[in-house]
């Protein structure tokens, strides 16, 4: 529950960002989404560890 609930909070974040502050600066835009990415893998990685 609290890894959809950090999911669906990453994306709104994502989405506001590209949406509201980088839409002029591509390179940010892609910077925030690569840290994302990486995000969401750290957490399916942690989330089969513990499976």
Partial sequence: MAKSGLITGLLEFKCA???K???????????????INVA??????????YK
Avoid: G
Avoid at 29 to 35: I, S
Avoid at 40 to 49: P, S, Y
């Fill in 17 to 19: 960002f590209k949406d």
């Fill in 21 to 35: 502050c980088f839409s002029n600066n591509p390179q940010l835009v892609q910077a925030l989404e690569r840290d």
């Fill in 40 to 49: 969401f893998l750290t957490i399916d990685r942690q989330n089969k560890d």
